[in-house]
């Protein structure tokens, strides 16, 4: 199953669960799980007061969400002095 684009991703959100083929439930629920995931990786950085870059590079590239928490990783990192390049 290839990798969604953000653009991919919100018109299968959008669209009625039920109206979906089979295909795009799966791939829009794997694709959920996988943003889930992330997510929890990077609200859980949060609190260590460390995100790693690897998280930020998660997200898809056309995810508007990627420049803000690349923000958010180094205002957290940069608390604490623990920026990385």
Same mark, same amino acid.
């Not at 898809?60 to 990627?66: R, S, T, V």
């Not at 420049?67 to 205002?75: C, G, L, Q, T, Y």
């Given at each position: 199953?290839?990798?969604l684009?953000?653009?991919?991703?919100?018109?299968?959100?959008?669209?009625?669960?039920e109206?979906?083929?089979e295909? !795009?439930?799966?791939?829009?629920?794997?694709?959920f =799980?996988?943003?889930?995931? &992330?997510?929890?990786?990077? %609200?859980?950085?949060?609190?260590?007061?460390?995100i790693p870059?690897s998280?930020v !590079?998660e997200?898809?590239?056309?995810?508007?969400? =990627?420049?803000?928490?690349? &923000?958010a990783?180094i205002i %957290?990192?940069?608390?604490?002095?623990k920026?990385?390049?």
């Amino acid at each position: 199953m290839e990798k969604l684009t953000y653009k991919e991703y919100i018109r299968l959100r959008e669209t009625p669960f039920e109206e979906l083929s089979e295909e !795009d439930q799966e791939r829009r629920l794997t694709d959920f =799980k996988k943003r889930l995931d &992330i997510g929890t990786k990077f %609200v859980m950085g949060i609190f260590k007061g460390y995100i790693p870059k690897s998280i930020v !590079d998660e997200f898809p590239d056309d995810d508007p969400l =990627k420049n803000e928490a690349e &923000i958010a990783r180094i205002i %957290v990192n940069n608390r604490d002095n623990k920026a990385e390049a």
